[in-house]
DNA sequence: TCATTAATAACCACGAACGG
DNA sequence: CCGTTCGTGGTTATTAATGA
């Protein structure tokens, strides 16, 4: 067993199941390094290549190379209708010859035609952005071929995803099974129980993809820190926040107004427990203590019924802000002292505004005076999944969910980074 | 009735680079 | 030199829907 298989068995523990796609973002990343060699580039080139250019660059402009190669095998004739300015490029003489506009014919390698290429500064056709993007695409024969041994040899076990039938195949799930369990149980050296799984098969319909939602959120963030630099602390996923939170001590009341068009009328008093996908101590330098909270659209967004209702959104932030200010908190998490903040993922622009109209209400009403609604007001974030970066289409992103402009502050209305 | 199509991940074989 | 790992192209499996 080498290292990543070790780390793949760890990951598998932790995150209790993951796709193949998924493991393949996390231990079978793409090399551009490789990709580069490909070209029969000397070493000296492809170090400057990646000295020169941003890996988002780098990695567009070899998508791009790849895709017009692929094309003048299969289409030939589809060349010419890429626009002007790519006859330039992909000239049917192309690796004798590259034609220039009234010049004369300039011999040219494939390697130089390459280089070209990553200082090409035009926009690229649309139809190239609007390719297919496959996820089979990103996942590399040695990912396919490794999880394939740890299977054989009984560490890990696979399970296939139910799908539409248009919609081809979706990627293979990976559980750890026993021998998986307890190899890493003799590693770290405890009794097998102590290592969290799950098998294949034991997630419910909707559990599952709420799961595998929350993974991808997850492994964003993870490689955004890694590419930075910076440094996770602490991850608890949702089935310890779950354990910790419910216990009895740490239920929390607060005051909430009987009628919600009058919010200065009549008050009920309310008791709930915190929920959250994911709770992270992220290390920049600056200690962030952050909860992460998916919103899949689910739930409804306003008290409806509040006797029965335990699961809007409203009631949520309610928690949220009474354990803070309870102290609970502040117990719970010693090493937190006063930050926490609570990151919201949802679906939709238009359910983002919603949330925050709600939050921005609820924090008014619990807030004594200003200041106290300020520092009420940032502990709330927000933003759409479409926006988070970075996936497997986008690996190698120019931005990520951490330093990119794509967050919305409670109280606020422009675009800002979650971290500084 | 029967063949083809659409969709997409898994599977397979091959070459280059790398480490020992 | 050999085994491993990465990337690439091509093939296979599966099923309902579609077409002749």
Not at 129 to 140: A, G
Not at 163 to 188: N, S, V
Not at 200 to 224: C, F, K, M, Q, V
Request: aromatic fraction near 12%; glycine fraction near 6%; hydrophobic fraction near 35%.
């Amino acid at each position: 067993m080498s290292d990543r298989d070790v780390a793949v068995l760890w990951a598998l523990s932790d995150f209790r199941v993951l796709s193949t796609l998924q493991i393949a973002m996390l231990f079978w990343r793409p090399s551009l390094a490789h990709k580069l060699a490909w070209w029969h580039l000397p070493q000296t080139a492809i170090d400057q290549v990646l000295a020169s250019y941003t890996a988002h660059r780098v990695n567009e402009r070899l998508d791009f190379a790849k895709w017009l190669l692929a094309i003048r095998r299969k289409q030939p004739e589809q060349l010419a209708t890429l626009g002007p300015g790519f006859d330039l490029l992909v000239d049917p003489k192309w690796f004798g010859s590259l034609s220039l506009p009234e010049q004369q014919q300039v011999p040219i390698t494939p390697q130089d035609w390459l280089l070209r290429l990553f200082d090409y500064d035009q926009p690229l056709p649309q139809a190239f952005y609007k390719r297919r993007r496959l996820p089979s695409e990103f996942i590399s024969t040695g990912c396919k071929q490794g999880l394939r041994r740890l299977f054989d040899e009984g560490y890990i076990e696979p399970e296939e995803q139910p799908t539409r039938l248009q919609q081809g195949r979706k990627p293979l799930l990976w559980y750890l099974a026993k021998q998986g369990r307890d190899t890493l149980a003799g590693i770290a050296n405890v009794s097998t129980n102590a290592i969290p799984w799950k098998t294949a098969g034991s997630y419910s319909p909707w559990g599952l993809p709420h799961r595998l939602e929350n993974n991808d959120l997850r492994i964003s963030t993870l490689l955004a820190a890694n590419r930075h630099g910076w440094k996770i602390q602490r991850w608890i996923d949702d089935d310890q926040l779950r354990t910790m939170h419910s216990k009895k001590s740490e239920r929390v009341k607060w005051q909430r107004p009987k009628d919600p068009r009058k919010p200065n009328g009549e008050t009920v008093e309310e008791e709930g427990t915190v929920v959250a996908d994911h709770y992270f101590w992220l290390d920049t330098g600056k200690n962030w203590h952050n909860f992460y909270e998916y919103d899949r659209g689910t739930k409804t967004v306003q008290y409806q019924e509040p006797e029965q209702n335990d699961q809007d959104f409203e009631r949520k932030i309610y928690t949220f802000t009474a354990y803070y200010k309870s102290g609970l908190y502040a117990q719970r998490y010693p090493e937190a002292g006063k930050s926490m903040r609570v990151l919201i993922v949802t679906s939709s622009e238009a359910r983002l505004q919603s949330l925050k109209a709600i939050t921005e209400g609820v924090v008014n009403q619990m807030s004594n005076n200003d200041k106290d609604r300020e520092s009420g007001l940032m502990r709330y974030w927000f933003t759409t999944a479409d926006k988070i970066r970075p996936t497997w289409e986008d690996y190698f992103s120019e931005s990520t969910l951490l330093d990119g402009e794509i967050w919305v502050r409670a109280g606020q209305n422009q675009l800002r980074a979650v971290i500084w």
